[in-house]
């Protein structure tokens, strides 16, 4: 694995009770690079990402973002539970975007994208909101900072969560089925959104089932079936040239 990876994947084992779910899975995701998570549903992908921003705790292996451990530190070659103020912490750095975009319905577009940076960075309202300015411009919707999210589509609704997470400058943004809950004709916005934040140099990690998105913009995609990555490599190999029969009955079905 690179030594420059920004997020580190080993060995990830995580159950639901008796149920395995994650059978030990392997990723290394470079800095500034787009790694796109394919595989039917039920495979595990939404699973991984919780587990790499530890919302889910795993039960063996490691994550290491930016080099460090997450959710524990190392001492004595055993890994002990960080406290949660310092896991707290280093979730600020990891972004995460859901399918359902969990917006404040509240608040308008411009306090959502605030919130955490008043809460969690402690900046002043006035850097907050010049920051939050321009994480809606980022996306496109500058003019909608004073919209509440009932006005606004869904997927600009999505784009002012990646806004939200943007805004906070995470090391790496994951996004889970983040175009799955809109309409076909918003799809593309968000999309377009993503690619820019790719062309940016920007670290993600998406779970995806546009694999047209996944051939333009990822660096590598990883197919994920049964909680193991069964092939990982290049859009070129894996989605157009799949050597695993699993990827390649998996690719009928959803092209
Ligand atoms: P995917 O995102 O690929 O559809 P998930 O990671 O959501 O898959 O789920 C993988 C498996 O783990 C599924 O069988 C799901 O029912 C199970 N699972 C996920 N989260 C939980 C949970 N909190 N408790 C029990 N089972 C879960
Ligand atoms: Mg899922």
Known sequence: M?????????????SFGAVPVLRGVDLAVGGGTVTCVIGPSGSGKSTLLRCINHLEKIDAG???????????RESGGKLHELPDRV???????????FQGFHLFGHMTALRNVMEALRGVR????????RRALAALREVGLEEHAESYPRRLSGGQQQRVAIARALAMEPKVLLFDEP?????????GEVLAVMKDLARGGLTMVVVTHE???AREVADTV???DDGRVVESGPPAEVLLAPRE??????????L
């Open 2 to 14: 690179s030594v420059s990876a920004m997020v580190e994947v080993r060995g990830v084992r995580k």
């Open 62 to 72: 490691r994550v290491e973002v930016d080099g460090a451990l997450v959710g524990y």
């Open 87 to 97: 896991i707290s912490r280093q979730r600020a750095e990891i972004g995460m975007v």
């Open 122 to 129: 402690r900046l002043s309202k006035k850097d907050a909101e």
């Open 179 to 187: 175009t799955s809950a809109l309409d076909p004709q918003l799809v």
């Open 211 to 213: 694999i047209g998105f």
């Open 222 to 224: 990883v197919f994920l």
């Open 245 to 254: 029969p699993r990827t390649q009955e998996f690719l009928t079905r959803v």
